[in-house]
């Protein structure tokens, strides 16, 4: 229960974010066919159109091993320096975070923030080579590494043999492609709104009572929601605090009253 005890009689404990079958292939596994031998491949039709359903499906903050992930807004040019790793075959034909299928020979990687589709340049700091691949999957989730290669994407800046590598990645663009015209390079993708839940109960009547506390809290500087839903197989009704246009704000509205312990939403 995010608020302590106060309303136990109603409250029950929901304290596990369900990303669905978005993260079911996370850790270090991939997929893609975007970018390779130095051929562009155009995205098909029908996986342009879904490109908008999967960012909102995988820009949600997510869980691995107790750490929290929150992905978040990305535009052309935004640049990350660190350590690159690599996975093997070990992976090939498993499902990636975003539900495709990992292929070890495509030029596609893992990333723990950056939106699913989005196009980057790596660069081996190492040794001056570079490739592009397309985002397709969460990770790594190793301190001080910022992107997984798929075998194939590593093969060719030549960094198989050492496992990891200094790289700079370089955003280039979105939805499978990379960004020509001046609205593609100037596009800014985020994960839209963001909500602080602040309690979870089976009762309307305990929802009601948090709602009605935090509304007196907080004023008119943000306004408080009850959304309904299902959790194992039993309504759930949600108190969500809305009206943060970014996680940072959101951060800070927990940090003030502190409620640390509260889960940020983002849709």
Not at 91 to 106: L, P, W
Not at 135 to 146: A, L, S
Request: hydrophobic share 35%; glycine share 8%; proline share 3%.
């Amino acid at each position: 229960m995010l608020l302590k005890n106060s309303f136990s009689k109603y409250s029950i404990v929901v304290t596990t974010f369900l990303v669905g079958g978005f993260l079911a292939g996370c850790s270090s596994k991939y997929s893609s066919y975007s970018y390779g031998g130095g051929s562009y491949k155009k995205i098909p039709p029908q996986e342009m159109k879904n490109s908008q359903a999967m960012h909102r499906a995988t820009m949600r903050p997510y869980q691995i091993s107790g750490k929290w992930y929150y992905p978040t807004l990305a535009k052309v040019a935004d640049e990350q320096r660190g350590i690159a790793s690599w996975y093997g075959p070990n992976f090939h034909a498993k499902k990636t975070s975003n539900g495709e299928i990992y292929n070890m020979y495509a030029m596609t990687a893992a990333h723990k923030t950056l939106p699913m589709n989005t196009m980057v340049k790596v660069d081996n700091l190492e040794n001056g080579r570079s490739i592009v691949v397309r985002i397709n999957d969460r990770g790594p989730f190793v301190t001080g590494r910022i992107i997984d290669l798929s075998n194939k994407a590593a093969h060719a800046i030549d960094m198989v043999k050492n496992g990891t590598a200094k790289v700079k990645i370089t955003v280039l663009g979105f939805h499978g492609k990379i960004a020509k015209t001046s609205i593609e390079k100037n596009e800014v993708m985020s994960v839209g709104k963001y909500y602080v839940q602040v309690g979870a109960f089976r009762r309307i009547e305990g929802a009601q009572i948090t709602k009605r506390k935090f509304e007196n809290i907080i004023g008119n500087n943000y306004n408080v929601i009850i959304k309904e839903g299902y959790f194992e197989n039993a309504p759930i009704n949600r108190v969500w605090v809305s009206g943060f246009r970014s996680e940072e704000e959101a951060n800070d509205f927990k940090a003030k009253l502190g409620i640390n312990g509260a889960m940020i939403i983002a849709q």
